[in-house]
């Protein structure tokens, strides 16, 4: 595995989130490659945690899921890979004493790279399909509970993210009810609903 830091929008470093791809193995059969080993992955986050949970959605083109998150005690941290398709997935950091506060990042994840994520507690979450369709996979360290869930509003004016995505307009971006009443950077921090 080739793990790496990931730059913000305004080109600072977060401490936390990492992104990395595994070394594939090619032969006439097809393919192996390890998608998770607790030792390495411990030792490139600088401390042990354990998942409790692993999830799986599958979205088609166009779907905007987020940006979602938890609070304590029940925050969740996630590692995040995408089997098939593609998508464009986001993060923005809520933790108030961080250098990268209210700033967020990007990666794009696929199924041929077989690439991941790992965003820890204190962000908020949420992807964008790009390819037809996209089956994402990914573990958590704590259970859902509703009455801890938030939803960051996806086109917050004062994060302003560049929802990049293959020629598709806002407009056409796919959005469940409840993602679109997501609340406003202004409105959760006012209401300390931050980490």
Not at 76 to 85: A, F, H, N, T
Not at 118 to 142: C, D, E, R
Request: proline share 2%; hydrophobic share 35%; aromatic share 16%.
């Amino acid at each position: 595995m080739q793990y790496r830091k990931i730059k913000s929008n305004n080109n600072k470093t977060f401490t936390g989130p990492l992104y990395f791809e595994p070394k594939l193995y090619f032969d006439e059969r097809g393919y192996f490659f390890e998608s998770w080993n607790q030792k390495t992955f411990n030792k490139n986050i600088g401390y042990n945690l354990t998942f409790v949970q692993d999830n799986q959605s599958s979205s088609k083109y166009s779907v905007l899921r987020g940006l979602h998150y938890q609070l304590e005690p029940f925050s969740q941290g996630k590692l995040i890979r995408v089997s098939e398709g593609e998508i464009y997935d986001v993060f923005v950091d809520l933790r108030k004493n961080s250098s990268t506060f209210s700033e967020w990042g990007a990666v794009k994840l696929n199924g041929k790279l077989n690439n991941q994520l790992w965003i820890p507690k204190g962000f908020a979450h949420g992807f964008l399909t790009l390819s037809k369709y996209a089956i994402m996979q990914y573990k958590v360290t704590n259970y859902w509970s509703a009455g801890s869930e938030r939803t960051l509003a996806w086109n917050d004016k004062s994060i302003n993210i560049e929802w990049i995505g293959n020629k598709i307009s806002s407009s056409n971006f796919i959005i469940s009810e409840k993602d679109r009443a997501g609340k406003t950077f202004e409105e959760l921090n006012s209401k300390n609903e931050f980490f």
